[in-house]
Nanobody, 115 residues
Framework: QVQLVESGGGLVQAGGSLRLSCAAS????????AGWDRRAPGKQRELVAT???????NYADSVKGRFTISKDNAKNTVYLQMNSLKPEDNAVYYC?????????WGQGTQVTVSS
């Protein structure tokens, strides 16, 4: 069974930075893709960033140049560095990890950006 433990959300002023972490067990990030999704109030969940097993990355247009996804295979942890945060980045952020049994999401961590 895949378990994901997220941390790093919180309240930050516009223009500030936060770093989200997601520690995974039950799936090896060296073998499977991982990423982050978010759901803003009143909106559908959207893909924010993905990192492949080999380290290739892709991002939603809305976060390109501001967010960076990375991972530490030894720690089996995926990160999302968020810089130049905007009020429109307000959302619950979910870690997403693939495995042989399918895709799993974490419980979510709230990111609040004040203007």
């Amino acid at each position: 069974q895949v378990q994901l433990v997220e941390s790093g959300g919180g309240l930050v002023q516009a223009g500030g930075s936060l770093r989200l972490s997601c520690a995974a067990s039950g799936s090896r990030l060296s073998s499977y893709a991982a990423g982050w999704d978010r759901r803003a109030p009143g909106k559908q969940r959207e893909l924010v960033a993905t990192i492949s097993s080999g380290g290739s990355t892709n991002y939603a247009d809305s976060v390109k140049g501001r967010f960076t996804i990375s991972k530490d295979n030894a720690k089996n942890t995926v990160y999302l560095q968020m810089n130049s945060l905007k009020p429109e980045d307000n959302a619950v952020y979910y870690c997403r990890v693939a495995s042989a049994r399918g895709v799993y999401w974490g419980q979510g961590t709230q990111v609040t950006v004040s203007s």
